[in-house]
């Protein structure tokens, strides 16, 4: 057994995105101390993978992966803090704090593992889901188009964007280590088929593509990069890359500043 | 017993509040014992704004409803509050903008442009000509100017110069001998005792009257990180966070933000992760009115979060308690591993006390894990508190939402390994239960210990209640601890009572509520829900009819 490994039962799907991730991720930390390392889920298939790492891990509320890995990151910034997260999390149920973790530039990496759709409650539609998506709860298709997460992102301020796909486990571990060693917020967009629900994998197999890193800081680059798909059902190419990177002095560098240079006493005696 | 009222009014912007403190330093520095009460509506300009200063040779903490001073910077301020000026009362108002027959009329704003200040240094007059009117000697005076006038002293020295030399003295106000004490808002207190038990972080989204702790800690240079997030929900699982990676946290709201809180009150019992939360109670349901007090949070608070849990909430009364139980609170939650309530209100929140502390407030130990063999966050053990350790501590720690096995790793198969769990927490609610059983002040009692008629309140309806039963020679009991509930000590306090009357500000009766769960009946209740803080006089007035 790998030392990162738990003998806790894996119980998601065989031909799951989600496998993928798990090794990719494990390969990423290989060299780290996993000491200084904590990890973070929301609720849903994805956030399964802390209960199957053996390290540091919060295993949070549906939809508040975020708050949590920024809580802990604001506490120990010596830690490497990971947060795993679906799209069901962190872009219906969580959506505010995905916004404002990239504005803040807090120093977290964000693993979106965007399946598309709810899974683990049986596959309803998501804010990425395609348009007319036939779920449960949307037996004539879902009435809603998808949104662009990446391009969200973009317009948040996030310090570092990629993307990647759970069926490419060289460049997904690649990927998440630069994310990791960004210093400030990086989220790492993990294109991953639900077998039982929405099975991507043909597609992703035959439409994504790797990017090289050119132009990383510039907006408008990015922006290109992130639009050549939108999400619909048939695209022609899906970019798999770094699609913008930037630094910038990260969150808790900038907020924790209260030095103790006063005591109670001191305060009550001016309060006279 | 000396006790006298003065009432400062304006219009929002006018510094009446300023006012009113300045005109408290100089009558705390006199040894008078002080209470301010300040009232203001939702709004930034315009709209009627008071202080109400209680002035007194004992501790007072309540308000007193007969004015024996009016200082008027505007009209309304007479308009509203002439009416409770006693007979033997005095009226000193801003002569630019009031025209009134009785009382010291003088012409503010054009004394403080004269002198080469601003149309609001106008409040820099009244204050001035207050103090000659009661005798204050200049120096004294100018001490107090000196500490709260940090812009534009020079010049609001010159406005109090002249108009104290113009002023005619009407009475000499007597030193008194008592020991100089602070003047702290509740809000104020509260940070400062949890500061002395260690608090690392405070966590907020701004909410009235709540908001006063975050600006607090950000001003001050006390160590604490404060920071400000994109809502309630985001403030409770950050908190959570930190904690789990071992910092002393502590978050504050009102009651609509404490609604959002719920979800994470839950998984923090479930993941015992301590935490402090403050709900400042307002007038409710929903916005209420955003700025006046209540205490109809009590049922909520009590009951919130979804799942079987037992949490801490403590009902402090008045700035010394809530120095006390900031303290307190925050060493129990991390005792226990637990999220824990303090409970207050406008009233407390924002209201100046003078405070007194009697109790030495320590950051206690942690029930840290020993080093000690294989590390299990959720250890099983006989009283249900599990050894802490920390990321980074080199053990794994895990923690989780889902009910869980000893490892911390999701628990759904094994029925045997979820009702352990379950019963695991249930010891340690257990033990908080003995916690406060053990505590001699989960209540306190006031007035005649040997009456058979029992006022039994909490929170901000206390103060009033002491004053009012003092004319009545009642029991008072002030219920501290509202969770876990001090049955034993509130069974024997009212044991040989033959009436009890619960004093609460609700609609509900949300007190008497929760004493009937408890298997003690209140006969009568006094209860207040028009959003402005019940008065000793109100409680007289009913007590009358019920006795
Ligand atoms: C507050 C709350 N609402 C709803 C749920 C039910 N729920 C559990 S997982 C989930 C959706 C998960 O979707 P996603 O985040 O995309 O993860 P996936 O299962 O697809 O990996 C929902 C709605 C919940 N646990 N908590
Ligand atoms: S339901 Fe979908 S996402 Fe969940 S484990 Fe199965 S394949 Fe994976």
């Known amino acids: ?41 929301g609720i849903g298939c994805h956030a399964k993978i802390v209960d199957y790492i053996n390290v540091n891990s919060f295993y949070s509320l549906h939809g508040r992966a975020l708050p949590a890995a920024e809580g802990i990151k604001l506490a120990n910034p010596d830690l490497k803090v990971i947060a795993f997260t679906g799209d069901g999390d962190s872009l219906d149920e969580g959506i505010s704090h995905l916004i404002h973790a990239a504005k803040r530039n807090s120093d977290i990496t964000v693993v979106l593992h965007n399946n598309r759709l709810f899974a683990l409650t049986t596959g309803q539609f998501t804010a990425v889901s395609v348009e007319g998506f036939k779920g449960k709860s949307t037996p004539t298709g879902a009435p809603e188009s998808p949104i662009n997460p ?36 990086s989220i790492v967009e993990v294109l991953e088929p639900c077998v039982s629900f929405f099975n991507t994998t043909e597609f992703y197999n035959n439409k994504t593509y790797v990017l090289d890193d050119a132009n990383l800081d510039s907006r408008e680059e990015a922006l290109k990069k992130i639009r050549e798909w939108n999400y619909e059902e048939n695209g022609e190419k899906v970019p798999l890359g770094v699609f913008y990177e930037v630094s910038k002095l990260p969150f808790y560098e900038r907020v924790l500043t209260n030095k103790k240079e006063e005591t109670v006493e001191d305060i009550l005696k001016e309060l006279i | 017993m000396k006790d006298f009222t003065i009432l400062v009014g304006g219009q929002a912007g006018q510094g009446s509040r300023k006012a009113g403190l300045v005109i408290a330093k100089i009558l705390n520095s006199l040894g008078y014992r002080i209470f301010i009460y300040d009232d203001y509506q939702s709004l930034i300009r315009g709209g009627h704004s008071f202080s109400k200063i209680r002035v007194s040779d004992k501790k007072v903490e309540g308000q007193s409803e007969e004015l024996d001073y009016i200082i008027a910077l505007d009209k309304e301020t007479i308009d509203k509050h002439l009416d409770s000026l006693k007979d033997s009362g005095t009226v000193l108002f801003n002569a630019d903008r009031i025209e009134f027959k009785k009382g010291l009329g003088i012409k503010s704003e054009t004394i403080a442009k004269e002198e080469g200040g601003s149309s609001i240094m106008a409040n820099t007059v009244m204050i001035s000509a207050f103090a000659k009117t009661i005798g204050v000697d200049f120096e004294l005076l100018k001490n107090v100017f000196q500490k709260e006038f940090k812009k534009g002293l020079d010049i609001n020295l010159k406005i109090a110069e002249r108009v104290y030399v113009e002023v005619i003295e009407k009475t000499k106000i007597e030193k008194l001998e008592n020991k100089i004490l602070p003047l702290i808002t509740g809000n104020e207190a509260l940070a400062l005792g949890s500061v002395e038990a260690g608090l690392d972080m405070y966590y907020a989204y701004p909410m009235t009257p709540a908001t006063s702790i975050l600006h607090f800690l950000a001003g001050r240079k006390l160590g604490v990180e404060t920071i400000q997030l994109e809502n309630e929900i985001a403030v409770i699982i950050a908190a959570l966070g930190s904690a789990y990676a071992g910092k002393r946290t ?140 920390f990321p980074g501590n080199g053990v794994v720690v895990k923690t989780t939402s889902y009910e869980h096995d000893q490892n911390g790793l999701t628990a759904e198969e094994s029925e045997e390994e979820i009702t352990a769990m379950q019963e695991k927490r249930l010891r340690k609610f257990e033990a908080m239960q003995e916690e406060v059983d053990n505590m001699e002040d989960a209540i306190k009692i006031f007035g005649n210990k040997d009456s058979k008629n029992v006022l039994i309140t909490f929170g901000s309806s206390t103060g009033p209640a002491i004053e009012a039963a003092e004319k009545f020679d009642l029991k008072v009991v002030q219920i501290v601890v509202l969770e876990p509930f001090p049955v034993i ?52 007035d009913l007590l009358k009819e019920i006795l």
């Not at chain 1, 571990?173 to 630069?178: A, G, M, N, V, Y």
């Not at chain 2, 609700?506 to 006969?523: D, F, R, T, V, Y």
């Open chain 2, 250 to 389: 502590m978050i504050g709201t009102s009651g609509g933000g404490f609604a959002l809180m719920t979800e994470g009150l839950s998984f923090g019992v479930m993941a015992e992760i301590p935490v402090v939360i403050v709900n400042s109670q307002r007038t409710g349901p929903a916005t209420g009115v955003p700025t006046y007090s209540g205490q109809s949070d009590l049922n909520f608070v009590l009951n919130a979060g979804h799942g079987d849990l037992v949490k801490f909430t403590v009902a402090p009364s008045n700035a010394d308690e809530c120095y006390e139980w900031g303290g307190r609170i925050l060493n129990l939650a991390w005792k226990y591993q637990t999220p824990a309530v303090v409970l207050i209100d406008k009233e407390i929140s924002e209201s100046t006390f003078n405070l007194d502390i009697n109790s030495k407030i320590e950051q206690e130990n942690n029930s840290l894990w020993n080093q000690e063999g294989e590390y299990r966050r959720y250890e099983i053990t006989e009283n249900g508190i599990s050894p802490l350790a």
């Open chain 2, 489 to 540: 000590q509130v069974t024997e306090a009212v044991g040989d009572a033959s009436l009890i009357v619960c004093v609460e500000q609700n609609a509900l009766g949300q007190l008497a509520s929760l004493l009937a769960k408890n298997g003690i009946e209140a006969e009568e209740l006094i209860l207040k829900y028009s959003s402005r803080v019940i008065q000793k006089g109100e409680i007289e």
């Open chain 1, 150 to 185: 990446l391009e969200l992102l973009l317009a948040s301020n996030a310090t570092f964007i990629s993307r990647s796909y759970s069926g490419n486990i060289k460049h997904l571990e690649e990927t998440l280590k630069r994310a990791i060693a960004h210093k400030g917020f």
């Open chain 1, 1 to 41: 057994m790998n030392k990162l490994d738990t003998n806790y039962k894996n119980t998601w799907c065989p031909g799951c995105g989600n496998f993928g991730i798990l090794v990719a991720f494990k390969n990423a930390i290989k060299d780290e101390d996993p000491n200084n390392i904590a990890i973070v889920s």
